[in-house]
């Protein structure tokens, strides 16, 4: 995959994961602020200040994921993104950090 067309992946994936957790705030079913800042979402849960923060790494054709739970890598494998470790997809994977941070469950898709 060229360098834009991750780019474009990353920049869509991280839109979506900070939509998604917008959406739940909204409803009041998560308490939780988003920020980005370029390639770096911030993901910070209000009750306990924990966070999670996701970013691209663009050499790597990457995404890398911090949590209370540790780090971990997401490579691009057809349509997912999976864990270069573990083969876990992204989008579950970051539901069961959220859910475990927030101390409820959280479903992002």
């Not at 991750?6 to 900070?18: D, G, H, K, N, Q």
């Not at 691209?56 to 691009?76: C, D, I, N, T």
Request: aromatic share 6%; with cysteine; charged share 20%.
């Amino acid at each position: 995959m060229s360098e834009s067309e991750f780019l474009a992946l990353a920049e869509a994936t991280l839109t979506a994961i900070e939509a998604s957790l917008d959406r739940l705030n909204d409803a009041d079913l998560l308490d939780v602020e988003c920020s980005r800042s370029g390639n770096v979402l911030d993901i910070e849960f209000i009750d306990n200040g924990s966070k999670i923060i996701v970013n691209s790494q663009a050499p790597m054709q990457e995404l890398w994921v911090a949590a209370k739970s540790g780090g971990f890598h997401y490579k691009r494998v057809g349509a997912q993104w999976l864990n270069t470790r573990d083969g876990s997809e992204l989008f579950a994977a970051l539901s069961d950090m959220a859910s475990a941070q927030a101390g409820a469950a959280v479903v992002l898709s």
